[in-house]
């Protein structure tokens, strides 16, 4: 379970971020993955709740989007998105490619915090 | 109290990330080549890596870091080959981190060495993103385990620069469909360079002791010769 791992660095991550803006806690978190990060969702969302535990990021949602696996196809010269993640060949034209342009994302991309408006001036 | 959304944008791994990259420079830096060998459990990484070590030991200076679960016993396999070996112990944890490559070979003075090999911890899926500042990332998949795994677990290979398919000296006797393997390896990374090994019996050995040395002579004359999963 790399999840737990992947979990205790998006907590720090988010926890240095909402310090920096004089955050008290952090309400929600917005995660952006790609399939191709290796990462399951549950079992994220599962590590997240107890690593969570006495952190600014205690009892926050997290909020998970799935980046689509996209490649760049040179016949069609377009941007195309794979229907498999395990079949890099263009869904149009059957060219294979193993240009990636977007599938491997594991990154914050926002939060949601509570903070005193004084805080940040 | 007022909740506001905050812009944030960081890669969630940013502390192994930087900790990577700061010792791919610095392999580079001491022309070391670092390869990285990851597989499912029992693939064969530990019978490759002793192989390739008292291969390659012949005419190069070599390493090797090794993550296992519990045990001591990989490292001690790879010790018999004479070269410097450390183990990591992972515990729970089902993959190698950089933090724990960087503590493991903080006492060797790394420009005594030409190549370093870390053996990953066996398992399919948790290595994927975890960089450890590796030049080369070699997936072993071997012909007992499937032709089909390329397309199950189609992450680590999506990461991967090379794949070995090993253990070829039984191929026969599981009836394994090497076709199909190399077809379902080139759906899940296209253009991926295939090499077909059994490390005991020494097929292909070879093949792939010219591969390393091929790739190490590459990356001490080009900086930007590192692998395409990271950067
Ligand atoms: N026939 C045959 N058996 C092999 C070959 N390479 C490894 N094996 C056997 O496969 C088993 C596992 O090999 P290891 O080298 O320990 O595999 P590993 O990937 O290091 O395993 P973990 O570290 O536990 O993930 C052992 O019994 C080896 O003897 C090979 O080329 N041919
Ligand atoms: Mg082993
Ligand atoms: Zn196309």
Known sequence: MHELSIATSLIDVACDAAGDEGAERVLSLRVRLGPLAGVDHEALLFAFGFAAEGTMCEGARLLIEEVPVTVYCPDCDAVKRLPEIYQFTCPDCGTPTPEMRTGREMELASLEIDSHEAAHS | ?231
């Open chain 2, 1 to 231: 109290m007022k909740p506001r959304i905050l812009e944030v944008r960081t890669k969630i791994l940013k502390h192994n990330d930087e900790i990577a990259r700061e010792m791919r420079s610095d392999f580079a830096r001491r022309g070391l080549f670092v390869v990285n060998l990851v597989s499912s459990p029992g693939a064969g990484k530990t019978e490759l890596l002793t192989h390739t070590l008292s291969r390659l030991g012949r005419d190069y200076r070599i390493a090797a870091v090794v993550g296992d679960l519990a045990t001591e016993n990989d490292a001690r396999r790879i010790a018999t080959s004479g070269a410097p070996t450390k183990q990591i112990e992972t515990g729970n944890i089902c993959h190698l981190e950089a933090d724990m490559v960087s503590g493991a070979i903080a006492d060797w003075n790394l420009d005594e060495f030409d190549f370093l090999f870390i053996e990953n911890v066996g398992n399919l899926v948790c290595p994927t993103s975890f960089d450890l500042g590796e030049h080369l990332r070699v997936l072993l998949l071997s012909v007992t385990e499937g032709e089909d795994k390329p397309l199950k677990y189609p992450t680590l290979i999506n990461t991967a620069d090379v794949t070995l398919i090993t253990k070829i000296d039984i191929a026969e006797a599981v009836g394994f469909d090497a076709d199909q393997m190399k077809a379902n390896i080139q759906s899940a990374r296209p253009g991926i360079t295939m090499l077909d090994v059994a490390s005991k019996r020494g097929d292909g050995m070879e093949a792939w002791i010219d591969f390393l040395v091929e790739r190490r002579a590459a990356f001490l004359t080009d900086d930007n010769a590192v692998s395409s999963a990271r950067s």
